[in-house]
Every structure is written in C-alpha cells, then in structure tokens.
C-alpha cells in the first residue's frame, strides 16, 4: 500500500436503491424473506458500505494489491424504499501496513440509516487467489 493514505481521509459514495437491493429480491434459499418489505436489505447495506470503502481506499494500493472486507460492525436503524438515494460517508480512522480501518455513516434522503466501522485487509492478488484454489482443492471443489 502507497504511504499517502492517513487518518482522517473521507470519501463518500451515493447510490439509488433498486429492486435488486431489496430484502425479497436477495432471499435466495430463504423461503421467508420472500414476504418481507421491499426495503433495502442489510445485506445489500454492507455491500454498499464495502464498496464505498473500497473506492476509498483503491487509489492507494500498489500494482497487484487488492483490499478484502474482514470487520463489518454496523446499524441498520431505518427503512429505504426503492427509488431512494443512499449516501455513504466514510473516514479512515487507522491505517496500518496491511489493513484499513473506516467509520461510516450512511444516509437516505430522510434519515441516518446505519453508522459503524468498517475494516479492509490489503493482500497481494496473486497470493490470495492460490489461497483459494488450494482450498478449493482440498475440500474437493473445482475451481
């Protein structure tokens, strides 16, 4: 990772929820959530918070580094129907060599949706993918 990134560095990253970020739309195998409200789902909450962070932090990583989520801690405190617009502000709150670590807080045009932490681990790309494909390997699975 480049050494310019320090605490303090703030991004932000807006979005408008889809039918695809809703609740029902990712149940997958879960029968239940096929009901649920089509509000913007947790799940598609962390994903907009990895990739704001991400964004963040991408223009500071060397050739051949890519950074991975590995904390998630956040709220997820009010509604936000599809159509709405969702802003998410991020700050860099500790930089060590190979990991990142972010506040965020994110807004809809009405409320404070979710606030939280948010950590990236740096790995070499190449490194990470023989991981995968080892393990891969071991339990069985082609890749």
């Known amino acids: 990772m480049k050494p310019a990134l320090a605490q303090g560095a703030t991004s932000s990253l807006l979005k408008q929820v889809d039918e695809t970020m809703t609740v029902p739309y990712g149940r997958g195998d879960y029968a239940l ?7 913007l ?14 964004e963040a ?9 890519v ?14 129907p599809v159509g709405a617009t969702i802003r998410a ?9 190979r990991s990142v670590s972010f506040s965020v807080t994110v ?9 939280g ?3 990236r681990a740096v790995v070499q790309r ?11 390997q071991r339990l069985g699975i082609a890749p």
């Open 67 to 80: 950074s991975l989520g590995t904390v998630v801690s956040i709220s997820h405190s009010a509604p936000t």
């Open 89 to 97: 502000e991020v700050e860099v709150t500790h930089v060590e060599p």
């Open 117 to 119: 932490t948010h950590t």
């Open 57 to 65: 932090l991408a223009p500071h990583l060397e050739d051949g580094e």
């Open 33 to 39: 959530f096929a009901d649920m409200p089509k509000v």
């Open 41 to 54: 789902a947790t799940a598609a909450l962390v994903s907009f918070i990895e990739a704001a962070c991400a």
């Open 107 to 115: 807004l809809d045009e009405e409320d404070v949706i979710s606030v």
């Open 126 to 136: 190449h490194r990470f993918d023989q991981k995968v494909s080892d393990k891969a």
